[in-house]
């Protein structure tokens, strides 16, 4: 894909060609006959179907139909195979080529090895052969040859084997037959031909490798090196059971990402996505630089419903790119600020591209706390955009596009903005308690009650959006771009609201399940999609209300094709990261690559998460965001949190799982294969690698944000109250702020040097005051672990023993790592010790834990019998860290007073911008 779009890069595209890209990118690019493209959109249909009936509570109504997960994992992996294959044209670049071809050849040649005594190895071979040579036959893009056809079914036969012979296949767990053996060789073969067809060729080598050191173990270095596995384990491992491709991955793209990807599709097509775009050009579009501030809005509400960066980049870039042209913006600059803003939206809750809910699974909490941690950081890194948008509009003294109205008085307007959140306020309440009373009031009836009132206020905001005129967007390319009306263009999409309302109140509020949350949410987007346009009808009195419900049935099945579609490549990429994954806990290589990391990094915990980052931006430039986050989650993560406790840094796991997130979304930015870069630059018409490199700087903000809450976990919202919690966000988005004033070079007026540093110290301060603090006063008092009973009894109400532990880990080696013990309220050091589950005794001079009390506060934190206490630190008495920030004011004001000396003569018109911004 990537040299397609580098021959297109310096002419912008037609919306054909546009369209084309997105296919090739998301949805398959086979541009296959009517009858084919028709066979296609019916699978996908089927697809969206079978995911809706899984989702819903119908077949435990009805009692027929019910599936448990892996058979629904199973039928899941088939439907996104079978599409792969037909969807997806085999590319016909030499790489490709060869690659498709020796794939199954050193992977078959590796299992014919690993066969051994197991399984006949003739057998092994000729499997091998068949799949090498039907990918080597040629094909074209726009038909499917008779052998995908064959793949197509095989690999569906393949996937869906363990639902069509759950029941024997349970009935002799570790005991595989010839066909088991058969089937999990094939499938795992066309699995990868699937993956290199969908995904490329980054994530096939990877998983390639870890397959390669599974049958190789004993020939690998010492320090990875392992016992090595055969045939009978691999298929075993990989594809009877749910340790590999069976896994967690899929079941979470099963479960709950299929529902949130097709509720996004659905919003887009009944016209959400446009509406979005609009909203935020009305809004916005006036200020300086106004386009691009506006591209990054639309993208941030686009990325609320979209898990894929490319198509964010091309829904709204289309649009956006033009004006951020015709404002200032060079080719690659409003490319960048497209991408930066579209890449942005994976880490914006609800969907975060699927991540979130596999950190449901892999971090063992609720998907409530997952929603809540990651949403500050976020917010804070869109804001943080915005503002390096602002300072580019600034130093090119651009302006905005011409406002189609006179604004009122500020004071107006302000009463407007109040008066509007009062409103907001009152009517959230409202709804929130008069959902408390229907439930008590109606009992079984209740979800009756609640879809009555829903449907009654839906009718009413479309009667209320029928007064005005549908958004349309005007050719970005003509010469002159009028901005839309606010007020109009507000009011006449209020109902795309209530889906995403439904969506959130069953998740925050009712705490349902995520997928039974989407399913609410798209059973939702359905009834709109087959009511708004013939409602609209009726209200705009415009007549043939029969064309309305045919367009509405039309729009409903394109969104569950869509859906289904951009599927495709999340649910092979999932699949094929379980092969990852399953190598991992087959042969234990996290505890060797904790060793590995351990050396490399010296044991300094910052090393170790540089070298995480670097890992994941490697593997970036090649895997999709959710293969890059499962592979080096489950690779890194447990290292990371291991080596910070020995290092006396005690990270929560989802810190961990987010920081690894948030470089792996670099995978769509990182030249030289940044898909979303590439799509931008051919809608702008720049160069591509260019237009990488510029997101990629704008995209600094994100990478400096998991650094900082890994010491900081404040910023996730760890352990901290509404009113902390406001007080950390406005902390927060200033020192981010100052940190994009300061990379961006321009704060008042262009930075001198000592300036920009000035500006990244006083960052660094703002977001971790107690950095500095604990330089002046330590926030712990050592004391010797014989004297651990004396220390609790001093510890204060509410706060933590810090213990340094030493004892034998998982594997029996020893080594060191550090705690933080709660203490129960007592009278004395003595019953608090015994209150936390610690029973104590000296040895030749050692503070040894005798014994630890089941369920106590010590057991939860790891401690065990026969540890010894090495080194015990209480709380010390500290000033408050935010004193620190007395002095980081007084320097902010020095530099404020200082740029502001030299901004009449370069930038006469700040203050106007600052009142803009």
């Given at each position: 894909m990537a040299d397609a779009v580098q021959n297109e890069a310096h002419r912008g595209l037609t919306q054909a060609e546009i369209d084309a890209l997105v296919a090739e990118a998301d949805t398959g690019g086979r541009s296959a006959g009517p009858g084919i493209a028709k066979l296609i959109a019916g699978i996908a249909l089927a697809w969206s179907l079978f995911q809706l009936w899984f989702a819903s509570p119908l077949p435990f109504v009805l009692g027929i139909g019910v599936f448990n997960d892996t058979e629904a994992?199973?039928?899941?992996?088939?439907?996104?195979?079978?599409?792969?294959?037909?969807?997806?044209?085999?590319?016909?670049?030499?790489?490709?080529?060869?690659?498709?071809?020796?794939?199954?050849?050193?992977?078959?040649?590796?299992?014919?090895?690993?066969?051994?005594?197991?399984?006949?190895?003739?057998?092994?071979?000729?499997?091998?052969?068949?799949?090498?040579?039907?990918?080597?036959?040629?094909?074209?893009?726009?038909?499917i040859a008779i052998h995908e056809w064959i793949l197509?079914?095989?690999?569906?036969?393949?996937?869906?084997?363990?639902?069509?012979?759950?029941?024997?296949?349970?009935?002799?767990?570790?005991?595989?037959?010839?066909?088991?053996?058969?089937?999990?060789?094939?499938?795992?073969?066309?699995?990868?031909?699937?993956?290199?067809?969908?995904?490329?060729?980054?994530?096939v080598i990877v998983a390639s490798l870890f397959l390669v050191y599974t049958v190789l173990g004993p020939y690998m270095p010492e320090i990875i090196a392992h016992k090595g596995n055969n045939l009978r384990e691999i298929i075993n491992h990989h594809w009877i059971t749910t340790e590999g491709v069976f896994g967690i991955a899929l079941g979470v793209s099963t479960s709950f990402v299929f529902l949130f990807v097709l509720f996004g599709a659905l919003l887009d097509k009944a016209g959400a996505g446009n509406y979005f775009i609009q909203v935020a050009f009305s809004l916005m579009g006036h200020m300086k630089g106004g386009p691009a501030k506006a591209a990054v809005v639309s993208s941030a509400m686009t990325g609320l419903i979209s898990g894929s960066s490319i198509a964010n980049v091309v829904t709204t870039g289309t649009f956006t790119i033009p004006l951020m042209k015709k404002v200032g913006f060079s080719s690659e600059k409003a490319g960048a600020v497209e991408v930066a803003s579209s890449v942005n939206g994976q880490i914006m809750p609800p969907v975060m591209g699927a991540a979130a809910f596999l950190m449901v699974e892999y971090v063992g909490i609720p998907y409530f706390d997952v929603v809540k941690h990651a949403f500050l950081p976020a917010l804070i890194s869109y804001i943080a955009l915005v503002y390096i948008v602002h300072l580019e509009a600034a130093k090119a003294g651009m302006k905005g596009l011409p406002r189609p109205y006179e604004p009122g008085p500020l004071m107006r307007r302000l009463v407007g903005i109040v008066f509007g959140v009062l409103v907001l306020s009152a009517v959230s309440l409202g709804v929130y308690y008069g959902m408390g009373w229907i439930r008590p009031t109606f009992g079984a009836a209740s979800p009756y009650v609640i879809f009555v009132c829903l449907t009654a206020v839906y009718v009413a905001l479309v009667a209320f959006g029928s007064n005005y005129p549908e958004p349309k967007m005007d050719d970005p390319n003509a010469p002159v771009a009028k901005l839309p009306l606010p007020g109009p263009t507000i009011k006449s999409g209020l109902h795309f609201i209530l889906p995403v309302i439904v969506l959130v109140?069953?998740?925050?509020?009712?705490?349902?399940?995520?997928?039974?949350?989407?399913?609410?949410?798209?059973?939702?987007?359905?009834?709109?999609?087959?009511?708004?346009?013939?409602?609209?009808?009726?209200?705009?009195?415009?007549?043939?209300?029969?064309?309305?419900?045919?367009?509405?049935?039309?729009?409903?099945?394109?969104?569950?094709?869509?859906?289904?579609?951009?599927?495709?490549?999340?649910?092979?990429?999932t699949a094929t990261a379980g092969i990852i994954v399953g190598a991992v806990s087959q042969t234990g290589v996290g505890s060797a690559l904790a060793d590995v990391v351990e050396v490399l990094s010296g044991g300094n915990l910052l090393a170790i998460l540089f070298l995480t980052a670097i890992l994941s931006l490697i593997l970036g430039m090649g895997l999709p965001t959710t293969a890059n986050y499962i592979v080096v989650s489950a690779l890194l993560a447990p290292v990371i949190v291991t080596l910070g406790q020995e290092n006396g840094l005690l990270v929560p796991l989802i810190a961990v799982h987010l920081f690894v997130f948030y470089f792996g979304i670099m995978a769509d930015v990182t030249p030289p294969v940044g898909l979303a870069s590439f799509a931008a630059a051919a809608v702008s018409g720049g160069d591509p690698i260019r237009t990488g490199f510029v997101a990629f700087f704008y995209s600094l903000r994100t990478a400096a944000l998991p650094f900082l809450f890994i010491f900081n976990t404040e910023l996730l919202l760890i352990n901290v109250g509404w009113i902390q919690g406001i007080f950390i966000f406005i902390i927060a988005t200033v020192a981010m702020l100052l940190f994009a004033a300061a990379t961006q070079g321009w704060f008042l007026t262009r930075n001198r040097v000592w300036e920009s540093i000035a500006l990244l110290v006083l960052a660094f301060t703002f977001f971790r005051p107690g950095f500095w603090m604990d330089m002046v006063y330590p926030p712990y008092e050592e004391v010797a672990p014989a004297q651990i009973v004396a220390a609790a009894g001093d510890v204060p109400s509410g706060?933590?023993?810090?213990?340094?532990?030493?004892?034998?880990?998982?594997?029996?080696?020893?080594?060191?790592?550090?705690?933080?013990?709660?203490?129960?309220?007592?009278?004395?050091?003595?019953?608090?010790i015994e209150g936390a589950g610690l029973t104590l005794m000296e040895r030749d001079g050692k503070t040894i834990i005798d014994d630890v009390g089941f369920g106590s506060p010590a057991q939860e934190v790891g401690l065990d019998w026969d540890q010894e206490i090495v080194r015990v630190l209480k709380p010390a008495e500290q000033p408050s860290k935010y004193l620190i920030y007395l002095p980081a004011l007084l320097l902010l004001a020095l530099v404020v007073w200082l740029q502001r000396r030299r901004a009449p003569a370069s930038s006469p018109p700040r203050r106007e911008e600052l009142a803009e911004a």
């Open positions: 994992r199973s039928i899941h992996l088939a439907f996104a195979v079978v599409l792969a294959f037909l969807a997806f044209p085999p590319g016909n670049s030499a790489l490709q080529r060869v690659l498709g071809v020796a794939t199954p050849l050193v992977l078959g040649g590796l299992l014919a090895i690993s066969a051994q005594d197991t399984f006949p190895v003739w057998v092994v071979l000729v499997i091998t052969v068949l799949v090498a040579g039907a990918c080597a036959l040629p094909t074209r893009s726009d038909r197509a079914a095989v690999g569906g036969f393949c996937a869906a084997y363990l639902f069509i012979y759950y029941g024997p296949i349970a009935d002799r767990v570790g005991q595989p037959i010839f066909l088991d053996y058969v089937v999990s060789i094939a499938g795992l073969l066309l699995l990868l031909e699937a993956t290199r067809r969908s995904l490329g060729p980054a994530l109140w069953a998740l925050m509020v009712e705490r349902l399940s995520p997928g039974l949350s989407a399913f609410w949410a798209s059973a939702f987007m359905i009834f709109i999609l087959l009511t708004q346009r013939p409602l609209f009808a009726l209200f705009r009195r415009e007549g043939d209300l029969g064309a309305a419900v045919r367009r509405g049935f039309h729009e409903l099945i394109d969104g569950l094709i869509s859906g289904a579609r951009n599927m495709i490549g999340i649910g092979i990429a706060e933590k023993l810090r213990l340094r532990i030493a004892g034998l880990d998982d594997v029996g080696e020893m080594r060191e790592w550090v705690v933080l013990l709660a203490l129960p309220d007592g009278s004395s050091g003595e019953e608090r």
